[in-house]
């Protein structure tokens, strides 16, 4: 059943430092996945996204990691920045045409950056 | 910066009374997707719809709620009857075309529904 009312598990970093998030996915069907950023009052945010023909894509500043045998999915922040505190989601999208792409959402992680 | 856009940003409602909750997709975007997000969890995902089409309504509760997305004009999540469970964010996305990894859904601000 769902869970109510959990708190968030905290990433706490200092600037300039890296960070690391981590996701276990659901479903070994997936072949999509995103990381979204979420701000305080705000919507997610794309930061990047990895098929799962792809076990590493590199964006600016972030590194998206793809273990489709343990159905684990990270997310490396180089040389983290106050502005990067926010909270961040994986989702991921089951394959195949019946499944209309919606995003199915982790959890999520806070991170939190210290100076 | 023509991102999705939702009204009202906020909404107070009584219970018992209905709530309309509005997306305007990013432009050239004909496919609209509606999440739900209680605190400290993530999105849920409830309805997408293309152009007055549902396609996928298999997150939405089955009585009270109900989505459209006509020809001309946003995107409507309506819910009747409201009752306290309800209070939440409700996120919409949208997308430009279903080619996965070349159009990932972008999300608007959402709108914070709160139930007295």
Redesign the interface.
Known sequence: GES?????PTLSVQEGDNSIINCAYSNSAS??F?W?KQES??????II?I?SNMDKRQGQRVTVLLNKTVKHLSLQIAATQPGDSAVY?C?E?PAGVD??????????TRLQVFP | NAGVMQNPRHLVRRRGQEARLRCSPMKGHSHVYWYRQLPEEGLKFMVYLQKENIIDESGMPKERFSAEFPKEGPSILRIQQVVRGDSAAYFCASSRTRDRGVQPQHFGDGTRLSIL
């Not at chain 1, 009052?41 to 794309?46: C, H, I």
């Not at chain 1, 499944?99 to 999520?108: H, M, P, Q, R, S």
């Open positions: 109510v009312g959990l708190h968030l072949d999509y995103i979204y009052g705000k919507g997610p945010q794309f996204d098929r989601f989702a999208t499944t209309a792409d919606k995003l199915i959402f982790g959890t999520g």
